[in-house]
């Protein structure tokens, strides 16, 4: 489909209703009509915690920098974030009034690594298929546990064909509904696959999911490779949790300023970090340093969840992929050396895993003569995105 122009003389964007008949959750909707005189809006501002879902129709859509456009799979029923490095690009898009949403996760847990994954749980996906309960020392979030059912590191090539000039595409069958989908690649060699490594082992599988092999694009010569996949490991182990998908962002609980601990019953030796969607809100000031040069600039770091993911765990989809981490820029106050308390202005906030540390970048490139003794508030903060319906 192609994208219609956006503007110019004699062809204005189409105003007519513009946002008059959106539904945000949790079903509060924006008036029918507007009162005469007064123009429709396509600014969407949103607080933490809050989600739009588009109604059904074209739009172009440019969220905020800290609002994640979401796509609901329709497969595995989970949202999944498409602008994970919140770069303010445009979108043009289709929604069938259940499929899109906007959403302001800040300040929220989005997922978490598991560092330990326990044992003697019964497989399944949700508590009640594995008795497992998840509870959070604060927010309020409701959590997914998947037990067992991990695709196996080992995939056989059965056949690896010929003809490839390209290494293929591996699509991995796809788990139960609310489970985590597995990911694979391969490599060729003298036109035939000879290595296969599994990128993500999934989680909630119930049987050895089957491994399609497509040609890349480039190539119309590759054929006959036939990939199988190993017996299911990580029974009776947590292999993967994620807030729950309710309606909005009920099951993500309420915004937090600082990392949550989980509690696990049964316990065993189950053990998770939450990953965070935090952005930085401000500065605590306790030392502003000495000589501290005019025009420094303080900045943090992208910070990822730190910790040893362990064996037979979902990897990167559902822990550091969730989000790229941003860098935060923050404006210090500086009076006569010394950077003060207040006055201190958060240009961008960024995005983070984990709380982040600052460091300074001085203007001069000379250092303070005492160290700086700051550290940042974090949290989750409101959000403008641009609606246009086509």
């Not at 490839?164 to 489970?179: D, E, S």
Request: hydrophobic content about 45%.
């Amino acid at each position: 489909m192609a994208m219609p122009r956006i503007g110019g003389t004699g062809l204005p964007l189409n105003l007519s209703g513009a946002l008059g008949s959106q539904l945000p959750f949790p079903n509060v909707a924006f008036p029918a009509s507007f009162a005469p005189g007064v123009a429709p809006s396509n600014l969407v501002s949103m607080a933490a915690g809050n989600c739009l879902l588009l109604p059904a129709g074209t739009y172009v859509v440019t969220p905020g920098g800290y609002t994640s456009l979401q796509f609901l799979d329709p497969v595995v029923g989970k949202w999944t974030t498409v602008n994970a490095d919140n770069s303010f690009q445009m979108f043009h898009l289709d929604s069938d009034g259940t499929n899109i949403r906007l959403a302001n996760l800040t300040g929220l847990p989005i997922g978490a690594l598991i560092t330990n994954a326990g044992s003697g749980y019964t497989n399944g996906i949700g508590t009640a298929a594995t008795g497992l309960t998840i509870t959070p020392s604060a927010g309020g979030s409701v959590w997914v546990p998947v037990v067992g059912g991990a695709v196996n590191t080992t995939v056989t090539i059965t056949a690896g064909g010929s003809g490839y000039t390209f290494p293929p595409i591996l699509v991995v069958q796809a788990p139960p509904l609310g489970g985590i989908q597995a990911t694979a690649t391969c490599t060729i060699s003298g036109g035939a696959i000879n290595a296969v490594t599994v990128v993500n082992q999934g989680a909630g599988y119930t049987s050895v999911p089957l491994i399609s092999v497509i040609n890349d694009w480039r190539d119309n010569t590759g054929t006959g490779a036939i990939l199988t996949a190993g017996a299911l490991v990580g029974s009776g182990t947590l292999t993967a949790m994620y807030p729950s998908q309710t309606i909005g962002l009920a099951g993500y609980g309420t915004p937090l300023t600082a990392v949550p601990t989980f509690t696990f019953s049964p316990a065993s030796t189950t053990a998770a970090t939450a990953v965070m969607n935090f952005t930085v809100t401000g500065l605590t000031v306790t030392g502003g340093g000495v000589a501290v040069p005019a025009g420094s600039t303080l900045v943090c770091g992208p910070t990822l969840v730190a910790g040893t993911r362990a064996a037979n765990t979902a990897g990167p989809i559902s822990d550091i992929n969730l989000q790229f981490p941003r860098a935060a820029w923050i404006t210090p106050n500086i009076s006569a050396g010394v950077i003060q308390a207040a006055g201190n202005v958060v240009v961008d906030g960024g995005l983070f895993q984990a709380v982040p540390t600052i460091a300074l970048l001085n203007s001069t490139g000379v250092a303070p003569t005492t160290g700086i003794n700051i550290t940042p508030t974090v949290g989750g903060v409101s959000d403008i995105s641009y609606v246009q319906p086509f």
